[in-house]
């Protein structure tokens, strides 16, 4: 049988970097949402990127919520 490693490579711009490293169980979307918005203030919707962006990683299997 094949092994599969337990690790993988993802490349994320800014957003999804800062969004990845705080999916640790202890953030909630509105803890994360007020960090965005205080790192980038001047990026736009950064509600619905941040939305987008952990609707997309669920998908992939990397989150659950």
């Not at 800014?14 to 803890?31: A, E, P, R, Y």
């Not at 918005?37 to 997309?56: M, V």
Request: hydrophobic letters at 35%.
């Amino acid at each position: 049988m094949l092994k599969k490693e337990n690790t993988f490579s993802a490349h994320f711009d800014k957003l999804g970097s800062l969004i990845w490293t705080q999916c640790d169980g202890n953030n909630t979307v509105s803890d994360i949402l007020d960090m965005l918005t205080k790192k980038f203030p001047d990026e736009k919707n950064i509600d619905q990127r941040l939305i987008l962006f952990l609707q997309q990683i669920k998908s992939l299997g990397y989150i659950t919520y």
